[in-house]
Every structure is written in structure tokens, then in C-alpha cells.
């Protein structure tokens, strides 16, 4: 009895612990629960924000304005008041007990008590689904924290008739003072709430800004460059846990802007000379600084993602791309529990910062941290310069693969003239049916049917016969071709080869016959991911028309290397549209000024 009771004292100081944390939260009387992934209310106010919005005509505008005994500057078009538009009315941190990523119950602490009854009906509150404490989906049991908001449209307020209202207007290390003003102390940051008048905001729409939306990011090397933007970084919001908290907030004006680009930074184009591509492949980042693998050749101190972004910045100054396309494992799941926006915001960054257009795939460890496959493609397709698309068959439950899209560059001074291809699949990540072909998972019949058919009966058409046109296909894990060293058509020969063969080739043990498509679509190169040590093109003749089969090379120090040793490096293609005809190089972390590898496809 005496043993059994030993051996299950374990056990039964769990429960206690369970019980009494469940009970913990019972007696906080959970003002609301989050939730159990905590981010479904971040979704609210993004839909909020960009899907629900209603459409005003003129007359209703000046007809509420009027109401309000509001006269608007005569020069100014009602028109491009967006009365969608949210102002920050209260902020505040929600304290929470979790058990694993079960079980999650919450208290409010309210730090604030601005006047704000009248506006009970109106506002939302918005919870960032992020533990800036660090414990969810790290510890078994402990404290969790979340910052939350209450947002309220512009309409709401002018259709309550409110007269004055606190709204956040300031973030400081240092509290500030002033009459209209209140400020609250969050962890180490003042928000800032001052009284504005209506009629103050909406006389002087064309400075007026508002702060619209919060968040929070991770780590010391965090970056926000997100359109509108401003992550504070003179100091933490708080600096005692796991990575470091920043703020980030969003500032717009309330009118809107007369220029959007948009659009057209949806679309490729090609100006002058050639058109480059610069593959980043594999860049395996985390929150934080993140640790190193495999550093070769090895230095004094090793920081893993500072090193790949100093290697990635220097290489898009030398380039200077008009296309970048991160092939995968950008983002090192299980380095990003606590916040893969964080991640894939500074992943990012460096290329949003140029100005330049990307496209993305998902690797197999993209979608292992804090964001699923869904959520982290919807955040990738609303970045600046993003080209990352959804299919119209692309499902949360992956099925499809999420981010199957194709591209095409067009001719800047004749855009109806298009130039090149190019086509971005999900490669998926583990085979479902691992007692047949253990390993890793492929690009489904499916998939391969879907870019046949847009390509049929929508990019044919377009492509001119009378020269040459280049398609090209990125994707993340290799092509079960990508083993053919050895020539089909001339047995006993080898396939051209440039690059090294280092390792054992992951590609999957069954073959979908994705080849065989894109040779139908007339892709001519694809370049993959995945293998980091592998860094070769090979040109397969198992089709009618050669294909080059090309990998990226790892780019990225917080994964695997190895392998007698292996720098880091980042592949380019240059196209020239001309002559179709298409070059690649490499570059190593160690000595990016030179080129190596040099090769015509
Ligand atoms: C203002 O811009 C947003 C986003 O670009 C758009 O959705 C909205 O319809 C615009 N509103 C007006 C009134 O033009
Ligand atoms: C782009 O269009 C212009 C004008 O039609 C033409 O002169 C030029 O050759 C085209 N560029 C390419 C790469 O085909």
C-alpha cells in the first residue's frame, strides 16, 4: 500500500495542483475566458477592421457630421472620411491560469476606469492572443498575460452623439501630464489617453491620426513593417520574462489617403536589362535572437538570426532583386511558440524595407509555432509587397496545401505583353501514409491539376508564341526527380550536374508526376528547399524537354548544416527575357561580394 502510494504521490500532487488552479479560476469570477488559442479575438478585429465595413454614401456622412453640429473644412471630401475607422478607448492587461494549452481562465485587470458608459453598446474588446509572460504552450500550468483593447468606430461615436472622449493618442517610457490627459501604467509603458473633442478631430481631418490597433511583439531584434505601424522600441513593455514585449501600434490618418498603390504592388513588372531572383531558402528563424546550428566555419559568439539577416541584407544590396521568394522554413516553428508573428514579421522585413515584392511558401516547420498554416498565410498575404496568394481550393485543414498561386511578370511598357511565369506550390510537410511511403509529404494529383488548368484556360492565351517566355516553380521539398544523377534517355550517362550533392535527398517516396506537368506548362527551372546541405542543379531528362532541377542552398543558421561543414549561402536567377535565356550563381555568408557556381540553364 505504502509503495503503490509512493508511486502515485506524483500523480496525486498533479491533480491537487490541477484542482486548485481550476478552482484559482473559479474564484477570479473569469470576467471572460480567451480562450483556448487566445488569437481568435485578434481575427475579430481584424474582420472588424477590413471585411465588415460598411460603405457611406455622401449625404449620410454630412447628414451625421450635421447631427453633430460638425462643419467639416469645405475643401475637404466627405467622401474620404472612413467612418469605419477605430479609436482606442482603453487598454489593460488580462491576468490568466492555464493548464497546458487546455484549459485558460482569465480575470481583467482593470487599470483603467475612463468614462466610458455611454459607449458600453459600441465598443469591442480586443485581446491580443499572445502570453506576453511566455508560460502558454511552454509550461504544464502557470500564469499567462494578454493585453486587451476596447476599440469603437468613428461612426458609433458620431451616431451616440458623444461630445468628448478619451482616446489613446501616446505610448511613453516616461509618464506624461496635462489636463486632458490620462495615462496608465502598463508593465514599464504609459498609455496615454487624452480628451478630444469630435469636432476637433473631424475640423482638422486632414492631420488627424488616430491609433487604431495594438499589438505585441518578441524579442530584442523584433521589427514591425507593416503599413501604418509604429513598434516602439526606446523600451520594453516589459522585460522580465521569456523574450522582451514591445509595443506595436497603429497609426492612420482619418482621411483617406488619395494614392494607393496597392494594387499594383500586387503585379510584377519587368522595367530594363534582366530580371533577378533572389531565393532565400531555409532562413529557420525564431523569437529572438535565436541559436545557432552548425556554424561553419565557427566564430568567437554565434547569433543566429542577427548573422542570416547581416548575410540576407548584404546580398539584396548587391543584387538588388525585383523578386525575392522565401522557399520555405522561414520560420523555425518550435523557436516560435510564442509568437510567430513575431517571426514572420522580421523575416520579412529586409525586403519590405527595399521595396521589393516577395513571394512565400511553407516549409514542414513553418506552421509548428503559434500560427497555423491558415493563419500564418493570411498574415503573409496582407504584408506590404506581398505576392503570397491563396487558391480558391486551399482549406484549413491543409488538404490542398495552403499558398498555391501563380504569378506572371509583365512588360512595363507594353502590359499586355507578358514575359515570364512563375508558379508557387505547398509542398506540404510529413507523408499521411507513412507505412507505405515513410517520409516526407508531396504536391498532391490535385495540385498539379489546378496550375494545369488556370494555366490552360487562362495564362495560354496570354503568352505570346512569337518569343521567348520563361516559367519557372518554387516550392519547398525536392521532387522525387531531383534523385535522377543518372541519364533516363542515355543509360550509362549522368545528368549535367553543377553544385554540391552532399546529403541524402528528402523528396518524397511516391511521385504525384508533378514533372511531367510543369514540363506540359513549359517550366523549364525549379527550385526547391529543404535540404540544406544541397545546393546543386541538375538537369533531369526524364520529360520530353530537359528541366532543371535546382536547390536554394540553407541560407539560414538556426538550422541543421553539417556534413563535413557547410557556410550558408543564397542562390540568384537572372532571366533575361530577350533570349529566355536564364542564369544562376551562389554567395556565401562568409564572402558575399563573390559570386560562385556560375551556370546558364
Ligand atoms: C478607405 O480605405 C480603406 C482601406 O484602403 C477602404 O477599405 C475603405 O473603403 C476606404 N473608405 C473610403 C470612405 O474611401
Ligand atoms: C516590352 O515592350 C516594348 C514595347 O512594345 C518592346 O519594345 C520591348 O521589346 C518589350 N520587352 C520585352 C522584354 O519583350
Not at 406 to 419: A, C, E, G, M, R
Request: contains cysteine; hydrophobic residues 35%.
Amino acid at each position: 500500500m505504502l509503495a503503490i502510494s509512493k508511486r502515485y504521490s506524483r500523480l496525486i500532487i498533479y491533480c491537487v495542483v490541477v484542482v486548485s488552479i481550476i478552482l484559482l479560476g473559479v474564484r477570479y469570477q473569469p470576467l471572460s475566458s480567451i480562450g483556448f488559442l487566445g488569437t481568435e479575438d485578434q481575427y475579430v478585429a481584424d474582420e472588424l477592421n477590413d471585411n465588415v465595413e460598411i460603405v457611406w454614401s455622401k449625404e449620410e456622412i454630412v447628414g451625421l457630421l450635421a447631427a453633430n453640429r460638425i462643419d467639416m473644412d469645405s475643401k475637404i471630401d466627405a467622401m474620404k472620411l472612413d467612418l469605419n475607422k477605430l479609436l482606442i478607448t482603453n487598454v489593460g492587461l488580462k491576468d490568466c491560469s492555464h493548464i497546458a494549452t487546455k484549459f485558460e481562465h482569465c480575470y481583467v485587470k482593470a487599470h483603467s476606469k475612463l468614462p466610458i458608459d455611454a459607449l458600453k453598446e459600441q465598443k469591442l474588446e480586443v485581446t491580443v492572443g499572445k502570453d506576453i509572460k511566455g508560460s502558454f504552450g511552454f509550461n504544464w500550468y502557470g500564469h499567462s498575460e494578454y493585453l486587451f483593447y476596447d476599440v469603437v468606430t468613428l461612426d458609433s461615436l458620431l451616431q451616440i452623439k458623444i461630445d468628448k472622449i478619451y482616446v489613446l493618442t501616446s505610448i511613453t517610457e516616461a509618464k506624461e501630464t496635462g489636463d486632458k490627459l490620462v495615462s496608465y501604467l502598463l508593465h514599464d509603458l504609459n498609455f496615454n489617453f487624452e480628451e478630444i473633442s469630435l469636432k476637433h478631430l473631424f475640423q482638422q481631418s486632414s492631420e488627424s491620426h488616430v491609433i487604431s490597433d495594438l499589438n505585441v511583439l518578441f524579442g530584442r531584434d523584433c521589427k514591425d513593417p507593416r503599413d501604418g505601424w509604429n513598434l516602439y522600441k526606446e523600451k520594453p513593455l516589459s522585460q522580465d520574462f521569456r523574450y522582451p514585449s514591445y509595443l506595436s501600434y497603429k497609426k492612420i490618418p482619418i482621411l483617406n489617403q488619395t494614392e494607393d498603390n496597392l494594387e499594383s504592388n500586387k503585379k510584377l513588372y519587368f522595367t530594363k536589362g534582366a530580371f533577378k531572383i533572389i531565393q532565400l531558402a531555409d532562413l529557420h528563424m525564431g523569437v529572438g535572437e535565436n541559436e545557432c546550428v552548425d556554424e561553419y566555419p565557427t566564430t568567437e559568439s554565434c547569433h543566429a538570426d542577427p548573422k542570416t539577416f547581416d548575410f540576407i541584407n548584404k546580398v539584396l544590396d548587391i543584387e538588388e532583386p525585383d523578386l525575392v521568394v522565401f522557399t520555405g522554413d522561414q520560420i523555425m516553428g518550435d523557436r516560435s511558440v510564442q509568437d510567430s508573428e513575431s517571426t514572420l514579421l522580421k523575416v520579412v522585413e529586409p525586403v519590405i524595407k527595399r521595396k521589393i515584392p516577395w513571394a512565400m511558401v511553407w516549409g514542414n516547420h513553418d506552421d509548428e509555432g503559434s500560427l497555423s498554416r491558415w493563419e500564418l498565410s493570411e498574415l503573409a498575404s496582407t504584408l506590404p509587397y506581398s505576392l503570397f496568394q491563396f487558391s480558391p481550393f486551399d482549406t484549413k485543414d491543409n488538404s490542398f496545401g495552403v499558398g498555391n498561386y501563380i504569378h506572371q511578370v509583365y512588360n512595363k511598357s507594353d502590359p499586355t505583353d507578358v514575359l515570364m511565369t512563375f508558379y508557387f506550390l505547398d509542398s506540404h510537410k510529413y507523408s499521411k501514409a507513412g507505412k507505405i511511403y515513410p517520409g516526407y509529404d508531396w504536391i498532391k494529383e490535385d495540385q498539379w491539376a489546378y496550375i494545369k488548368n488556370v494555366y490552360e484556360n487562362d495564362l495560354y492565351k496570354n503568352i505570346p508564341t512569337d518569343k521567348p517566355h520563361v516559367s519557372m516553380a518554387f516550392f519547398h521539398i525536392p521532387l522525387p526527380e531531383y534523385l535522377n544523377i543518372a541519364s533516363k534517355k542515355h543509360p550509362g550517362e549522368r545528368n549535367q550536374i553543377v553544385g554540391n550533392f552532399k546529403e541524402g535527398v528528402t523528396a518524397p517516396k511516391y511521385n504525384s508526376g508533378g514533372l511531367e506537368v510543369l514540363n506540359q506548362l513549359g517550366v523549364e527551372v525549379t527550385s526547391c528547399g529543404h535540404d540544406h546541405c544541397n545546393d546543386y542543379c541538375l538537369k533531369d531528362d526524364t520529360e520530353s524537354n530537359p528541366v532543371w532541377l535546382c536547390f536554394g542552398g540553407g541560407a539560414g543558421e538556426g538550422g541543421y548544416a553539417g556534413y563535413g561543414g557547410t557556410e550558408r549561402r543564397i542562390r540568384t536567377y537572372e532571366i533575361n527575357p530577350y533570349n529566355g535565356n536564364i542564369y544562376t550563381w551562389k554567395r556565401l555568408n562568409g564572402s558575399p561580394d563573390k559570386s560562385f557556381d556560375y551556370q546558364q540553364l
